[in-house]
Nanobody
Framework: QVQLVESGGGLVQPGGSLRLSCAAS????????MGWYRQAPGKQRELVAT???????NYADSVKGRFTISRDNAKNTVYLRMNSLKHEDTAVYYCNANISVALTYPKPYWGQGTQVTVSS
């Protein structure tokens, strides 16, 4: 069984910064692409950023230039550095990873979500 555990959410003022972390744990698994999604109240879950195993990144237009996704393959961890936070960034942030367990076909795994609230 593979689990994704997120940390780093919280309350921050507009213009502030936060860093989210998501670590995968388990046995006999390999991780392909990883990413972050978010869901605000009353809205659908949306893509924030993704990163391939080779380090190629993709961002939603709304976060380009403010957020940075990175990963440490040795630690099976993905990070999201969020700068210049805005009220509209308030949401539950979910970690996602495409994981192959015991050489099976990769499938998506999700973390439990971490709340980010941007408020003065």
């Amino acid at each position: 069984q593979v689990q994704l555990v997120e940390s780093g959410g919280g309350l921050v003022q507009p213009g502030g910064s936060l860093r989210l972390s998501c670590a995968a744990s388990g046995s006999s698994f390999s991780i392909n692409a990883m990413g972050w999604y978010r869901q605000a109240p009353g809205k659908q879950r949306e893509l924030v950023a993704t990163i391939t195993s080779g380090g190629s990144t993709n961002y939603a237009d709304s976060v380009k230039g403010r957020f940075t996704i990175s990963r440490d393959n040795a630690k099976n961890t993905v990070y999201l550095r969020m700068n210049s936070l805005k009220h509209e960034d308030t949401a539950v942030y979910y970690c996602n990873a495409n994981i192959s367990v015991a050489l099976t076909y990769p499938k998506p795994y999700w973390g439990q979500g971490t709340q980010v609230t941007v408020s003065s």
